[in-house]
């Protein structure tokens, strides 16, 4: 599937909380990348046989760098900072990279209810597919079933917000500051605040949650809205807009992805590409 094999591929699309950390990371340290969309807004790609051959979970973002492919996007961060020494975003000290580990471990379970509890429900009502993972062929399928319970039931929103509250709530009170905005104290942005920023504030700029009472939180985002290249990477969230007093639409969606896509492909450092 690699069209360049000097360049990193990145499979996923802008709509994907995780796919986009992989690419704001690259960004941020200048690392050209292509990006492979699939086969457009058909996430039944992510379990179809071609897809699998190369990585056998399915599912995105999942990259393919040399003869070397990698999914999670933790652990796809992980191998980038190793492999070009990106210290300043996965600090050498012992204690420091524990915590941020420590952070992605509960990034994967915790920090992604923000999409899976809220943020999809209210994106994927327009999709009239039920969400990802096909349960004929999908090795998982929690997040259609997460999707399409909290869809039928809108207890299950509240029962969202509430948990997404709580972990909030941990994010301000334990793992911000206290003498920098940053997660762990650090000076700058870590791969952990990068992934963290991924779930965070799309409920915000959807109207799903405010965050107004959370000071440490609210004062984190707004640091993070400098790191180079927010807006481009975010682009996708900010054209969808409010999604819950105007519920999404398909052509809300499909025009978000496309301003996204478009963005992208304006700079230098992307090239896109399509399932072959
Ligand atoms: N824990 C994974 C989560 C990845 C994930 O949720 N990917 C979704 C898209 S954002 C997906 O692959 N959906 C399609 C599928 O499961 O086939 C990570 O951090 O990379």
Redesign the pocket.
């Given at each position: 599937m690699v069209t360049d094999t000097n360049k990193l591929v990145i499979h996923?699309?802008p709509?994907?909380?995780?796919?986009r950390t992989v690419y704001w990371t690259c960004l941020i340290k200048g690392l050209p990348f292509e990006l492979n969309l699939g086969a457009g807004n058909r996430?039944?790609y992510?379990?179809s046989e071609a897809f699998l051959a190369l990585n056998p979970v399915?599912?995105?973002?999942t990259i393919e760098d040399g003869e070397v492919v990698l999914?999670?996007?933790?652990a796809?961060l992980m191998y980038l900072c190793e492999k070009y020494g990106w210290q300043d975003l996965y600090p050498k000290d012992f204690l420091i990279r524990s915590r941020i580990n420590e952070y992605l471990f509960n990034?994967?379970t915790f920090t992604?209810l923000a999409?899976?509890k809220l943020m999809a429900p209210h994106v994927t009502v327009a999709l009239e597919g039920g969400g990802?993972?096909d349960p004929a062929t999908?090795?998982?399928t929690t997040?259609r079933e997460m999707i399409n319970s909290a869809m039928a039931d809108p207890k299950m929103l509240e029962n969202g917000r509430r948990t997404v509250r709580r972990m909030i709530q941990v994010i301000e009170d334990h793992w911000l500051g206290p003498e920098t905005p940053y997660l762990f104290n650090q000076t700058a942005p870590t791969i952990a605040d990068i992934a963290c920023y991924g779930e965070v504030p799309q409920l915000q700029w959807a109207n799903i949650l405010d965050y107004s009472d959370f000071p440490k939180l609210t004062a984190w985002m707004a640091e993070m809205r400098n790191v180079p290249h927010h807006d481009l990477v975010h682009r996708y969230n900010l054209e969808l807009g409010d999604v819950r007093t105007q519920p999404n639409t398909m052509d809300r969606f499909m025009s978000a992805s496309m301003a996204a896509v478009q963005a992208l492909a304006e700079i230098e450092e992307v090239s896109i590409s399509f399932a072959q």
């Open positions: 996923g699309v709509a994907s909380q995780p796919s996430t039944d992510y379990q399915g599912g995105f973002p999914s999670q996007m933790p796809i990034h994967v992604r999409t899976l990802p993972g999908a090795y998982d997040l």
